[in-house]
């Protein structure tokens, strides 16, 4: 059974550049989540999908941050006009139905490096 | 606003011996659930242990058992027979009340497992 992956798991980008960073849940998973993590801290919680609609996009830190999940299943979030700032570990979880109860089950985690 | 708060920035533990991760947190709503991950060097957050906030019983999942304190509002970890392999980040975190999805995480604890 396959966890939840995501792609690239390093990425560097110039300050300026667009980056895309891609999510796959666990197979039948309804909710997905996404954080960001910055360096010696925890994660801190950046969007919410249930199937395809983007029910919270609270944590989203700007505008140049956007998330879709456009078929219900993959995710991407993109970055336009990177910042060194924007430099994290981009984590993306997955829960069967998102419920209050529900254990949220994270991938490895997308290391970006704004240079 | 729901807070945790992890007060070990880091410890230090003889093989084979157990060992408690503290954590506390804050919340005015009745109902919430709490969570233990683990974040080895590889960068993945792996679930360990939940505990809903009317669980009659104390969480566990083999060597890891959550010490749930209601009234002290504390719910700390404790790993028996700790394992080489148990060296990594532990992060304490909460369902969020405002809303069902996000996990609101604490600060962590580096736990360090000596030969």
């Known amino acids: 059974g396959a966890g939840v992956s995501q792609s690239p798991r390093y990425k560097v980008a110039k300050r300026g550049q667009d980056v895309a960073l891609r999510c796959d849940p666990i197979?039948?998973?309804?909710?997905l989540f996404w954080y960001q993590q910055a360096l010696g801290q925890g994660p801190e919680f950046l969007t919410y999908?249930?199937?395809?609609?983007?029910?919270?996009k609270s944590g989203l830190p700007s505008d140049r941050f956007f998330a879709e999940r456009p078929e219900g299943s993959v995710s991407t979030l993109k970055i336009q006009r990177t910042q060194q700032e924007d430099s994290a570990v981009y984590l993306c979880?997955?829960?069967?139905?998102?419920?209050?109860?529900?254990?949220?089950?994270f991938g490895p985690g997308t290391r970006l490096l704004v240079l | 606003a729901q807070k945790i708060t992890q007060t070990q920035p880091g410890m230090f533990v003889q093989e084979k011996e157990a060992v408690t991760l503290d954590c506390t947190y804050d919340?005015?709503?009745?109902?919430?659930?709490l969570f233990w991950y683990k974040q080895p060097s590889s960068g993945e957050m792996i679930f360990l242990i939940y505990?809903?906030?009317?669980?009659?019983q104390n969480a566990t999942e083999g060597r890891y058992s959550l010490n749930f304190q209601k009234a002290r509002k504390s719910a700390n970890l404790v790993i028996s027979a700790s394992q080489l392999g148990d060296s990594a980040m532990y992060f304490c975190?909460?369902?969020?009340?405002?809303?069902?999805?996000?996990?609101?995480f604490g600060s962590g604890t580096r736990l360090s497992i000596r030969p």
């Open positions: 979880a997955s829960s069967l139905a998102g419920t209050d109860q529900e254990t949220q089950y």
């Open positions: 197979s039948g998973h309804v909710s």
């Open positions: 999908f249930q199937n395809e609609a983007q029910l919270d």
């Open positions: 919340t005015s709503d009745p109902s919430y659930g």
């Open positions: 505990q809903g906030s009317y669980d009659q």
């Open positions: 975190a909460m369902r969020d009340d405002s809303s069902a999805s996000k996990i609101i």
